[in-house]
């Protein structure tokens, strides 16, 4: 059984910074390509950013380039989203997501593609 904790959500004024972090237990998904998905209110689940299991590749959906990083430190089972400059548009809740395939070289951005889901920590960006 795995269980995904994110953390780091809150409230923040638009250009401001947060970082969010997804911790796994019960099983290890280092070596587990990984996901940071946010759905707002009246929209649909959108994948933000999507990370291969030794963190060489990533994408990021294009209203989050240039301004979000996803990360990962294996050593700790913890996948990090760093967002920058923040927009009132990308307040939401953001869940983070893991497959359970592991070794895949590539990332995911569906999110039919994952398994594992965590219960969601709200951003909210003031103007």
């Known amino acids: 059984q795995v269980q995904l904790a994110e953390s780091g959500g809150g409230l923040v004024q638009a250009g401001g910074s947060l970082r969010l972090s997804c911790a796994a237990s019960?099983?290890?998904?280092?070596?587990?390509?990984m996901g940071w998905f946010r759905q707002a209110p009246e929209k649909e689940r959108e994948c933000v950013a999507a990370?291969?299991?030794?963190?060489?590749?990533?994408q990021y959906a294009d209203s989050v380039k240039g301004r979000f990083t996803i990360s990962r430190d294996n050593a700790k089972n913890t996948v990090y989203l760093q967002m920058n400059s923040l927009k009132p548009e990308d307040t939401a809740d953001y869940y983070c997501?893991?497959?359970?395939?592991?070794?895949?070289?590539?990332?995911?951005?569906?999110?039919?593609?994952?398994?594992?889901w965590g219960q969601g920590t709200q951003v909210t960006v003031s103007s």
């Open positions: 997501a893991g497959r359970s395939e592991p070794y895949s070289g590539y990332y995911y951005l569906s999110g039919s593609d994952y398994d594992y």
């Open positions: 019960g099983r290890t998904l280092s070596r587990h390509a």
């Open positions: 990370i291969s299991w030794s963190g060489g590749r990533s």
